[in-house]
């Protein structure tokens, strides 16, 4: 009923800047809190940012000042910028939303991006 599709992920150098993008479709009333997360295998998927419908944002220490993250409500969407990119934010990139489809909201989650940062 709903999808989210990321999509910005690629190979970049350190120093550089990707931007990422999640896309929510299907049967949506409304959405909440939207958030990124990220994920090195063999360890835990950690909370990247995330963002409220009005716009209040929180980040992981790890890239405050670095990343930023915003939402376009009329299209669905959440982005986040990654600016001065090291190669310890290698990862999958995640996105999941709130999203009420008849009465309550669930969290429903993408499919993930790959973000390689080379030294």
């Known amino acids: 009923q709903v999808q989210l599709v990321e999509s910005g992920g690629g190979l970049v150098q350190a120093g550089g800047s990707l931007r990422l993008s999640c896309a929510a479709s299907g049967s949506i009333r409304d959405i909440g809190a939207m958030r990124w997360h990220r994920q090195v295998p063999g360890k835990q998927r950690e909370l990247v940012a995330g963002?409220?419908?009005?716009?209040?944002?929180n980040y992981a220490d790890s890239v405050k000042g670095r990343f930023t993250i915003s939402r376009d409500n009329a299209k669905n969407t959440v982005y986040l910028q990654m600016n001065s990119l090291k190669p310890e934010d290698t990862a999958v990139y995640y996105c999941?939303?709130?999203?009420?489809?008849?009465?309550?909201?669930?969290?429903?989650w993408g499919q993930g991006t790959q973000v390689t940062v080379s030294s």
């Open positions: 999941d939303a709130d999203v009420r489809v008849y009465f309550a909201f669930n969290a429903y």
């Open positions: 963002i409220t419908k009005a716009g209040s944002t």
